[in-house]
């Protein structure tokens, strides 16, 4: 099906380890994007990509690190899991100047 | 930077009342408003959007809003509630920056409760 997959749905993981999220979209859309959604934040942008090996911080890039190697997918990684990023993550898409959001991974760090 | 607030956190109603959920925004230029909505347990969907033209819009499910220019407002309407609008609403903007790569900046969240 068309659209936009998150994978894990769900993980915890212990605080210091590396952990990657993945986001797949089969629209072929341009840009790609990153939040997290916290109690009382909102979602808040951590990075963004306009296109393939293009990508930019946003608005709390500090402990991710993205790629973007093919246009489909767009994987964000926590390179030393801290507690604070226990957090529920959403990947979106953007085309015709609408952002789609995927299902969120919803990730613990003891 | 453009910043949204939304100024209601927590709203209760009972069923067939009417809703008004408010969001402003701060941004000295042209901006695109969009309103989403967060079932329990499941990803945002969009309600409807702004871009140009005819500020009342219409969205899914029977909800509209009314862009005000001269108020930096987006409020989300609804004249009579259901049950199942039980969820968390997002009033969000992006600048109209002409295609840009710009993310959404989110307020922080209406958390409505229908009661049946």
């Known amino acids: 099906d068309a659209g936009i997959t998150q994978s894990p749905r769900y993980k915890i993981t212990e605080t210091g380890r590396q952990v990657t999220l993945m986001c797949h979209q089969t629209?072929?859309?341009?840009?790609m994007f990153w939040y997290r959604q916290d109690l009382g934040h909102g979602l808040r942008l951590i990075y963004y990509?306009?296109?393939?090996?293009?990508?930019d911080k946003g608005e709390v890039p500090d402990g991710y690190v993205v790629s973007r190697s093919k246009t489909e997918n767009f994987p964000l990684t926590l390179e030393s899991a801290t507690r604070s990023q226990t957090s529920v993550y959403f990947c979106?898409?953007?085309?015709?100047?609408?952002?789609?959001f995927g299902p969120g991974t919803r990730l613990l760090v003891l | 930077a453009q910043s949204v607030s939304q100024h209601n956190h927590h709203v209760i109603l009972s069923e067939a009342a009417s809703l008004e959920l408010g969001c402003n925004y701060s941004?000295?230029?042209?901006?695109?408003l969009f309103w989403y909505v967060q079932y329990p347990g499941q990803h945002l969907q969009l309600l409807l959007k702004y871009f140009s033209g005819d500020p009342l819009v219409k969205g899914i499910k029977g909800f509209e809003a009314e862009f005000i220019k001269s108020k930096f407002s987006f409020n989300l309407r609804k004249p009579s509630v259901q049950w199942s609008d039980t969820a968390e609403y997002f009033c969000a903007v992006n600048p109209d920056s002409g295609g840009g790569a710009d993310g959404l900046t989110f307020g922080k969240g209406t958390h409505l409760i229908i009661q049946p």
């Open positions: 629209w072929s859309h341009s840009y």
């Open positions: 979106a898409s953007r085309g015709e100047e609408t952002q789609y």
């Open positions: 990509s306009a296109a393939a090996d293009i990508t």
């Open positions: 941004y000295g230029g042209t901006v695109n």
